[in-house]
């Protein structure tokens, strides 16, 4: 409350922004949960309605038949990213997606986001070609961001290893997956 002269006033939030007769929606990445190796099902379709999706992959050596060869995997099984102002003819959409379990959150209209610096973290990563690993999701820990190099500006928790290498663990807090990527000590500082 604000008072002005011998007036009081209460302090009113921003309207919303009213676009051709609805609100207007703020892009926001979401989780989608999918059925077991369903990720890349899931993402295919909702590419091709014209949604944003983001399936961060990794590769990995499998054994096949005695042989050994190299595979694309999902680095978070069983999620992915979608990149979208949802309102409900949105939700319904992406919702009609073979595969797809669920967008995390309670309702259409209450659905959960993953912080944009979460998602360009786990980009950047990836940009870098470091070979990150699935690692356990972590709540404590020390929260730095790297410096300089490749992952500069990328946040995690800090493992060390030894005095120069350690493990950045970098968390999707909403549905508690991590990865791990090897990196110099002396780029890290406290975030």
């Known amino acids: 409350m604000t008072e002005v002269g011998t007036r009081t006033f209460e302090h009113q939030p921003a309207p919303p922004v009213w676009v051709g007769g609805r609100q207007e929606k703020e892009i926001q990445w979401y989780a989608l949960w999918t059925r077991s190796h369903c990720e890349r099902l899931v993402q295919e379709q909702l590419s091709a309605e014209g949604f944003?999706?983001?399936?961060?992959?990794?590769?990995?050596?499998?054994?096949?038949?005695?042989?050994?060869?190299?595979?694309?995997?999902?680095?978070?099984?069983?999620?992915?990213?979608?990149?979208?102002?949802?309102?409900?003819?949105?939700?319904?959409?992406?919702?009609?997606?073979?595969?797809?379990?669920?967008?995390?959150?309670?309702?259409?209209?209450?659905?959960?986001?993953?912080?944009?610096?979460?998602?360009?973290?786990?980009?950047?990563?990836?940009?870098?070609?470091?070979?990150?690993?699935?690692?356990?999701?972590?709540r404590e820990g020390e929260r730095v961001r790297i410096k300089k190099?490749?992952?500069?500006?990328?946040e995690g928790i800090l493992l060390r290893i030894n005095a120069e290498r350690g493990l950045l663990v970098i968390s999707i807090d909403l549905f508690q997956r991590s990865l791990s990527v090897e990196v110099d000590c002396t780029f890290a500082a406290a975030a």
């Not at 050596?61 to 309102?87: I, N, T």
């Open 52 to 138: 944003e999706t983001f399936l961060p992959e990794i590769d990995v050596w499998l054994r096949q038949r005695g042989e050994k060869r190299s595979s694309r995997v999902p680095l978070f099984p069983g999620y992915l990213f979608l990149h979208h102002a949802m309102d409900k003819a949105s939700y319904i959409a992406a919702s009609k997606a073979r595969g797809l379990v669920c967008i995390l959150g309670q309702r259409w209209d209450r659905l959960e986001s993953v912080p944009e610096h979460e998602i360009e973290s786990v980009r950047k990563v990836l940009g870098a070609r470091m070979n990150p690993v699935p690692y356990p999701y972590l």
């Open 149 to 154: 190099g490749p992952l500069a500006g990328v």
